[in-house]
């Protein structure tokens, strides 16, 4: 499924977007919707989000940040491992005490693992992770490609949470995987910032710009999709 998505619209169960407006979303084109934030996801608040979303056909996935806001009826579970985190829980920790909890309980044909390089220092997922963020285009790209070679993670996800990357990095990284799918975040506001994003990754998701200009967000869709 996640081979084919060029654009993806992220939405956070912790912040309100009225029904004229999340059918909008839904509506317009864009390859999936991924539920999901770094502070304040709850099993209710992810509940009423997916109940809302499922009206629509558009394919929706659950990126989990939080055991206790984990919630069935999604497409696909995204699984995060913060490559440059600085503490392992981040890395593998979290991910085993899940599983020993949960084991039993897993849907492993529906999840999809994610190597995050977290590159914005003010960034919430940031602080929380104590990633590493300081990381040239060199740097980035080893990450990636252990995460791409070694770990063979069909995912590799550059975010930078609010700001707007350097898309040369973004570019240097992309030319190194051989069968991960990049995909990229942060900053993208407007039809031009998400041109140029497609332009260096496989996937772009857009998510803050659809709280606050959602005009500007629905321009993306189309932006992304233009023929190369």
């Known amino acids: 499924m996640i081979q084919s998505w060029r654009h993806v619209f992220k939405l956070d169960p912790d912040r309100h977007l009225d029904d004229a407006a999340l059918e909008s979303v839904c509506l317009?084109?864009?390859?999936?919707?991924?539920?999901?934030?770094?502070?304040?996801v709850t099993y209710d608040n992810t509940v009423d989000l997916l109940s809302r979303i499922r009206q629509f056909e558009v394919p929706c996935v659950l990126e989990v940040s939080d055991l206790e806001a984990v919630v069935p009826g999604?497409?696909?579970?995204l699984?995060?491992?913060?490559?440059?985190a600085g503490h392992p829980d981040?890395?593998?920790?979290?991910h085993a005490r899940a599983i020993e909890r949960y084991g039993y309980l897993i849907p492993w044909d529906m999840l999809v693992p994610e190597g995050y390089l977290v590159l914005n220092p003010d960034a919430t997922v940031a602080k929380v992770t104590k990633a590493q963020t300081e990381l040239d285009a060199s740097a980035a790209a080893?990450?990636?490609q252990f995460a791409d070679r070694l770990l063979?993670?069909?995912?590799?996800?550059?975010?930078?949470?609010?700001?707007?990357?350097?898309?040369e990095l973004v570019a240097q990284v992309r030319r190194t995987l051989e069968t991960s799918r990049l995909f990229y975040g942060g900053g993208i506001k407007d039809a031009e910032?998400?041109?140029?994003?497609?332009?260096?990754?496989?996937?772009?998701?857009v998510g803050n710009v659809i709280y606050s200009n959602l005009e500007h967000a629905l321009?993306?869709?189309?932006?992304?999709?233009?023929k190369r």
Do not use: H
Not at 219 to 226: I, L, M, Q, R, W
């Open 74 to 77: 999604f497409d696909l579970f």
């Open 193 to 205: 910032s998400a041109r140029r994003a497609a332009a260096v990754c496989d996937t772009v998701v």
């Open 90 to 94: 981040w890395l593998i920790g979290q």
């Open 142 to 144: 080893a990450y990636a």
């Open 219 to 226: 321009s993306t869709v189309e932006a992304v999709k233009e």
């Open 79 to 84: 699984i995060p491992t913060v490559l440059n």
């Open 28 to 40: 317009s084109g864009t390859d999936a919707i991924m539920v999901g934030g770094s502070s304040g």
């Open 152 to 167: 063979q993670l069909p995912i590799v996800y550059l975010e930078y949470s609010g700001r707007l990357g350097d898309m």
